[in-house]
């Protein structure tokens, strides 16, 4: 057996042991404005429920390894005492992940992950619509870990408001954990759906994604795609160019034979082809190509 002092080893390498080895674990899908009422959306899986009475959640925005600054939203929750928790579904879990990409200060992750902000009852911050369970919480309190790279911050939030979509419940008005549909967070790219097993969802974290915003109209609302399809063609740096794409579609003789049949339902059955096969760019070449 590999033994070793958690000081010997770089913060990058413990951190992967630990999300490696304690898992799966809930994601908290943070909700929170900042002092000049900007919305910000982020997930986090350092997270979970300790006490029905008072109803208390815990979650962790760990301090960034690389350049030892802290995330956004513990500015924010420290600055209003005010969180939305929404738990993560199967159906929202592409555009989750995009959601986690590190956008400038001030930029709408509602808007980029292409998810619907609703308004809360009690708290300021808004919900994500789409989430099946949406918890509106005061911050009661935030104990800082440490100060280097990968130090947590554990904001002690209490329920104030319970949103469930009844969607989800069963005959007995209690949650149907296949209904419901959850997603938890391991390892690397690693994810799990308590309904099938593993999957993988890249990490966005080394490019900015064009975002769900970006993705044009006749894409976006022709009703075909799903919201993680969506995300997915929203976690592209940039859109391929017309020579690029020209490329494609010389090299492709299936592509070829769909375009020259002018069939919109087919060149969106083959992009989404590319997409369950997590190749968006090509993807991306199909729905452009003329």
Known sequence: MKSFSPK?????????????????????????VDAEGRPNL???SFFNVFSANPPILVFSPARRVRG???????????ATKEVVINVVNYDIVQ????????????????????????ASDIVKPARVAESPVQ???????????GT??????????EVVRVHVNEAVLDENGVIDQHKIDLVSRLGGNWYSRSNMGLFEVPKPLVTLGIGVDAIPNFIKENGFFTGNDLGMLGNIEALPTEEEIAIFVQENFTIKAVLSADDRHKVNQLAKEYLEKQDILSAWKVLLAK
């Open 8 to 32: 010997d080893i770089p913060t990058p390498q413990l951190q992967g042991y630990l999300q490696g080895a304690i898992a799966p674990r809930p994601i908290a899908f943070a909700s929170t």
């Open 42 to 44: 982020s997930p986090f």
């Open 68 to 78: 030892n600054s802290t995330k956004h939203t513990l500015e924010n929750a420290m």
């Open 95 to 118: 555009q989750m992940s995009l959601s986690s990409t590190e956008y400038a200060e001030g930029v709408n992750e509602f808007e980029k992950s292409g998810l619907t902000a609703v």
């Open 135 to 145: 918890f509106e919480c005061k911050v009661n309190e935030v104990i800082h870990l």
């Open 148 to 157: 280097e790279g990968g130090a947590g911050n554990l904001i002690i939030c």
